[in-house]
């Protein structure tokens, strides 16, 4: 498909956008920080990947490469956001206050995904990026070390660090315990330690 | 829990571990909570909410339309670096070539290197021309008829009295003159020819350029003038060493050598990826550039960089 697209095949470059799109825009989307700023990182990925193609030699794998311009989109983005004054600050999701820290875990859906965002803007850039494309893109150590142009060791470590970074951000200090459902006693007592209700 | 812990712990989650290694951590409760809770980490990083669809589509479009704007030899990957490599998977000798032509890259090095070495010609070109004019004017002042022509071509610029200076030689080689005047004009017609070619070159430095009356430079006013001069050179085959005169009209009245000497030269700055031509930007002469990754017009001077205007392309 990359040489078919390559060869001017269009309908072929869209599928291989398509094939692609997700993992790109989750990239952008981490190592950016926000929605808005991890589109904007997006849309300018893809279009320096359908610019590139051509060039594109296949030294590395397709999906490689096309995170490697993905990360550094985002990088980019970041650094623009940084240099906009007054802006560094603002973001388009409000940050939360967890008063309960167990609640962390509890949490679903967007109130997870905006403590992540909190907790991914907390770390160093080059530590969300290794954790990202580790974790989000499931590139292997020597690819991460690719992309970024660094030795595997440093990605290894910078994983590390970035995990547990996260980890403490996010107050996950301890496994989960698989979820049981309770077992609740017949009638309408909601605690082993209730008394049961006077039916009668 | 300390940092070569937690590495070990990291590395075992990814699977990455020796056999020792993993043996330790499978032995070790604290090593195996702090696995589970890198774990947690992993799995909320990967709960990604996905894309909403139209924003989805927007994306893949502008990329398309991107791809769309491409030259016709890129997208096709003619236009490709060619290599023994390339050549070897059957690429012709003759389209490698051709292709090479449009797409070898010329590092700001040599670009600098090449705009020193074109500013050192001109200082010597003008010199030449300087003396030449001298002997020209020498010449025409010694003559005693057609003091009124001579009054005229002396008060031309140097540049226009250098290249008027053939004729005038050879014209004035057929009177009858004195053997001083003789030599005089033999010096003024051998040199003539090559004042005129140097005076060539000189008219096609940026830092020599003419005063907006004298060229015939696009002029433009406004942000929207520079998106319309730039875009007409979108879409055409053009690299940073494709001549510009072959994407944007420059000047009609120069030579298509000239042409290519005026807009190869034409530095990149500011982000550029390929060179449009020079215009006058109100009263500042510029380089035009486009960013296409921006799709910006981009407006600078040449000699500085400096930005002047720069628009959206339309």
């Known amino acids: 498909?990359?040489?078919?697209?390559?060869?001017?095949?269009?309908?072929?470059?869209?599928q291989l956008l398509r094939r692609h799109y997700d993992r790109i825009h989750a990239v952008c989307r981490r190592v950016a920080g926000s929605t808005r700023d991890g589109d904007d990182a997006c849309q300018e990925a893809l279009i320096k990947i359908v610019r590139n193609l051509p060039?594109?030699?296949?030294?590395?794998?397709?999906?490689?490469?096309?995170?490697?311009?993905a990360t550094n989109a985002s990088l980019d983005e970041l650094r623009?956001?940084?240099?906009?004054?007054?802006?560094?600050?603002?973001?388009d999701q409000a940050t939360m206050d967890v008063a309960d820290p167990g609640a962390t875990q509890r949490l679903d859906g967007?109130?997870?995904?905006?403590?992540?965002?909190?907790?991914l803007a907390t770390l160093a850039d080059d530590l969300r990026a290794a954790v990202v494309l580790r974790d989000v893109t499931n590139l292997d150590y020597s690819e991460i070390a690719e992309v970024l142009d660094i030795p595997v060791g440093t990605v290894k470590s910078r994983i590390s660090r970035g995990r547990a970074a996260l980890a403490r951000e996010l107050r996950v200090d301890a496994a989960p315990e698989p979820f049981t459902p309770p077992v609740r006693e017949p009638g309408n007592r909601t605690d082993p330690d209730e008394r049961p209700t006077d039916l009668t | 829990m300390n940092d070569d812990d937690t590495l070990l712990a990291s590395a075992y989650l990814d699977g990455d571990v020796t056999e020792d290694e993993r043996a330790l951590v499978e032995t070790d409760l604290e090593l195996l909570a702090?696995?589970?809770?890198?774990?947690?980490?992993?799995?909320?990083?990967?709960?990604?909410?996905?894309?909403?669809?139209?924003?989805?589509?927007?994306?893949?479009?502008a990329a398309l339309d991107a791809w769309d704007r491409l030259p016709e030899a890129e997208r096709t990957g003619a236009a490709r670096d060619i290599t023994p490599a390339a050549l070897r998977r059957g690429a012709s000798p003759a389209s490698a070539a051709a292709a090479a032509t449009i797409t070898t890259p010329t590092s700001l090095e040599h670009r600098r290197r090449a705009a020193i070495n074109?500013?050192?010609?001109?200082?010597?070109?003008?010199?030449?021309?300087?003396?030449?004019?001298?002997?020209?004017?020498?010449?025409?002042?010694?003559?005693?008829?057609?003091?009124?022509?001579?009054?005229?071509?002396?008060?031309?610029p140097l540049e226009e009295a250098a290249l008027a200076a053939p004729a005038d030689a050879a014209s004035e080689s057929g009177d009858a003159a004195t053997d001083g005047d003789r030599g005089s004009a033999e010096i003024a017609s051998a040199d003539a020819p090559a004042v005129a070619e140097s005076?060539?070159?000189?008219?096609?430095?940026i830092d020599n350029a003419a005063p907006p009356s004298e060229r015939t430079l696009d002029l433009l006013q406004t942000p929207?003038?520079?998106?319309?001069?730039?875009?007409?050179?979108?879409?055409?085959?053009?690299?940073p060493d494709v001549p510009a005169a072959t994407s944007a009209p420059i000047d009609d009245r120069l030579t298509p050598q000239q042409c290519e000497l005026l807009a190869g030269e034409l530095p990149l700055c500011l982000g550029a990826d390929f060179v449009v031509g020079p215009a006058f930007y109100r009263d500042t002469e510029v380089v035009v550039g486009v960013d296409v990754s921006r799709d910006l017009a981009l407006a600078y001077v040449g000699t500085t960089c400096r930005e002047v205007a720069r628009a959206r392309l339309p």
Request: cysteine-free; aromatic content about 4%.
């Open chain 1, 1 to 14: 498909m990359v040489a078919a697209a390559q060869g001017g095949d269009r309908n072929a470059l869209d």
């Open chain 1, 55 to 69: 060039r594109f030699d296949g030294r590395s794998s397709f999906a490689t490469w096309a995170y490697r311009i």
């Open chain 1, 80 to 91: 623009k956001r940084n240099r906009r004054p007054g802006l560094a600050a603002v973001d």
């Open chain 1, 110 to 119: 967007i109130g997870d995904r905006l403590l992540l965002d909190d907790a």
């Open chain 2, 34 to 61: 702090e696995v589970a809770r890198l774990r947690q980490v992993r799995a909320l990083l990967a709960d990604q909410e996905p894309p909403s669809i139209s924003r989805r589509e927007e994306h893949l479009a």
């Open chain 2, 118 to 156: 074109r500013r050192m010609l001109g200082a010597a070109a003008a010199i030449v021309l300087v003396l030449a004019g001298g002997v020209a004017l020498q010449t025409l002042s010694s003559s005693s008829d057609d003091e009124a022509s001579s009054s005229a071509e002396a008060s031309l």
């Open chain 2, 199 to 205: 005076g060539a070159e000189l008219d096609t430095g």
């Open chain 2, 224 to 239: 929207d003038d520079l998106a319309l001069f730039a875009s007409d050179a979108v879409g055409a085959p053009v690299s």
